[in-house]
């Protein structure tokens, strides 16, 4: 039946690989069977590994994955979600194949390709409010052409948001009152901080600069004419226009925008779980908890391996905190010509 129907495709004028996708059979096995006059030899498994899960625990695993609190979550924040709260149900893997297995997957989205050129001088940050990054994106707004202007301070070891506002235009006078603001507004001394960007006019002014030379804040800038060179602050815009909650519509006015990003501030260091450091919260790491939150996690997944060995089939899963977080990796052509 399935060579006559993709028989009757061809004749169509459909490709053979396209039918087949629909059919979920490789070309080949179409070429084979019509060789071997439709005979087929798959095999495939006889019977269940040892290791699966069982249908309970498969169906309590769809309860929680189906959940009004957990549907938008990818397996890879619900696990340690999941761990936070003492649970251990099931591998990242064996989540993504049930996923599949039962139409749960969202449509996939290719990423973004950017290629980072890093810039000479290297940052390494042991802790908080050490090395700070920050950037301006743009917001779109009713009027065709006309955009907001988002400002964005985050603390590159932490990837906590430490100061944003919303402008209605880019100038070193708006960013040189934001660092003044983030500076007082965050209780640390900014002697020594090094405060990382591009090389755009509202970064280089000379409002902006003399305020970084009277706080004592040390500037760091990548290098000229390659404006991807702000790695942490182009991957928090990411995140901050592909997030879900996202708004489909431009925002209406300034209050609009800043409402929205208040909101987009407060879920990102509360309660996102960062992939670049174990995802904890930044808020959490920003405080020193993740050390804690870590230890429970591993203990976790020394229990559960224990309980079911056959179902760890390597290293359990890494959860050490993160140490040294560095800005401007040094370039491996520079290293080759070192060595």
């Not at 990242?92 to 194949?97: A, G, I, L, W």
């Not at 707004?141 to 964005?152: A, E, I, K, Q, S």
């Not at 409002?207 to 030379?213: E, S």
């Not at 450091?277 to 993740?290: A, K, L, M, Q, S």
Request: glycine share 6%; with cysteine.
């Amino acid at each position: 039946m399935i060579l006559e129907v993709v028989a009757e495709a061809q004749t169509s004028g459909v490709r053979l690989g396209a039918a087949c996708s629909v059919i979920g059979v490789s070309a080949r096995t179409i070429e084979r069977w019509r060789r071997d006059s439709g005979e087929d030899r798959r095999c495939g498994p006889h019977h269940l590994p040892k290791n699966a899960l069982s249908p309970r625990e498969q169906e309590r695993l769809l309860d929680v994955m189906t959940a009004p609190e957990h549907v938008g979550l990818s397996p890879k924040q619900l696990v340690p979600r999941l761990a936070d709260q003492g649970t251990y149900l099931a591998s990242e893997s064996t989540m993504y194949r049930l996923q599949r297995r039962c139409g749960l997957r969202r449509p996939h989205r290719a990423p973004l390709r950017t290629h980072v050129t890093r810039a000479g001088v290297i940052h390494q940050a042991v802790g908080p409010n050490q090395v700070w990054s920050w950037d301006i994106t743009y917001l779109p707004t009713l009027v065709r052409g006309c955009f907001l202007y988002l400002y964005l301070v985050m603390d590159v070891w932490s990837r906590r948001i430490v100061g944003w506002e919303v402008y209605s235009r880019e100038s070193a006078d708006n960013a040189a009152e934001l660092i003044r603001r983030v500076c007082d507004g965050s209780g640390v001394d900014p002697e020594g901080i090094v405060l990382h960007s591009d090389n755009g006019r509202p970064m280089r002014g000379s409002t902006m600069i003399a305020t970084l030379q009277w706080l004592g804040i040390v500037p760091s800038f990548s290098r000229p004419h390659v404006s991807n060179d702000n790695p942490y602050s182009e991957s928090l815009f990411r995140t901050l226009k592909h997030t879900p909650a996202y708004p489909r519509l431009p925002f209406a006015n300034l209050e609009a925008a800043r409402r929205w990003v208040a909101r987009f501030v407060d879920w990102y260091n509360r309660e996102h779980r960062h992939s670049a450091i174990r995802y904890v919260t930044p808020d959490e790491r920003h405080r020193g908890d993740e050390i804690d939150i870590l230890a429970r996690r591993a203990e976790l997944y020394r229990r559960a391996r224990c309980l079911k060995p056959e179902r760890w089939s390597g290293e359990a899963r890494n959860w050490t905190p993160v140490g040294t977080v560095t800005l401007n990796t040094e370039p491996r052509r520079a290293v080759e010509l070192a060595a």
